[in-house]
């Protein structure tokens, strides 16, 4: 699925090329080719799982493609496009604003581990009160 990946990658970023500032996505697309082309994964550790499963369930763009998946399950696969360009340019301009960074606290510097914690508690609450309320 890479190829494709890739593909709605650049195309996120040639479509929002006057946001990126600081010129970092396109380099970072870069380095994210190499990594897939050149790595051949003949083992994941314990320690890489644990990260993977972190990352699976607190990333914002992530918990958004399962929630969409829901209800459209082309989200990911099918739609993966839309779902990019909404995660890039939706959430991630609603989660950046000075206001959030305020109220999950930890300070800019800590922002992403903050909101990160706060998606797993939110989860957590849910689960827990569809689970007994």
């Known amino acids: ?17 006057a946001e990126d500032s600081e010129g970092v996505l396109i380099p970072l697309l870069r380095r994210w080719d190499e990594e897939a082309r050149s790595e051949t994964i003949d083992r994941i550790s314990p320690a890489e799982i644990d990260k993977l499963a972190h990352h699976a369930l607190s990333a914002p763009g992530v918990v958004l493609g399962r929630a969409l998946a829901r209800h459209w399950p082309e989200a990911v696969f099918g739609g993966f496009g839309s779902t990019l360009k909404a995660s890039w340019s939706g959430l991630r301009s609603y989660l950046d604003q000075p206001w959030f960074v305020k109220a999950l606290g930890g300070g800019e510097k800590h922002y992403p581990e903050s909101l990160q914690k706060a998606i797993i508690e939110g989860i957590s609450n849910l689960f827990w009160m569809s689970s007994y309320g």
Do not use: H, S
């Open 1 to 17: 699925m890479w190829p494709a990946v890739l593909r709605e990658w650049k195309a996120l970023a040639l479509r929002t090329r």
